[in-house]
Nanobody, 123 residues
């Protein structure tokens, strides 16, 4: 059973930075697709970024391009989301997710989810 544990959330002022971590266990490190999603109160959950742990290829939502960076460690069991120039609209619960394949990055492609970590950005 794959388990994902997020950490690194918190409260920051607009313009600040946070780094989220997602530690994965219960699977053999290899070619997985790891994604970060977020859900603000009253809104649908949206994909933020994803990375293919084998190739390192990354994809970003337009709303975070140039501000967020997704990366993985060499063991390919921890994925990070570096968030810079944070805005109040980035406030949400952030979730890590894993999938064997995620060609489109849509929620339904992901089999495993973490519990989430809260990010709050004040103006």
């Amino acid at each position: 059973q794959v388990q994902l544990v997020e950490s690194g959330g918190g409260s920051v002022q607009a313009g600040g930075s946070l780094r989220l971590s997602c530690a994965a266990s219960g699977y053999t490190a290899g070619r997985y697709c790891m994604g970060w999603f977020r859900q603000a109160p009253g809104k649908v959950r949206e994909g933020v970024a994803r990375i293919f742990t084998g190739s390192g290829m990354t994809y970003y939502a337009d709303s975070v391009k140039g501000r967020f960076t997704i990366s993985r460690d060499n063991a390919k069991t921890t994925v990070y989301l570096q968030m810079n120039s944070l805005k109040p609209e980035d406030t949400a619960m952030y979730y890590c997710a894993a999938a064997r394949l995620c060609p489109t990055g849509m929620e339904y492609e992901y089999n495993y989810w973490g519990q989430g970590t809260q990010v709050t950005v004040s103006s």
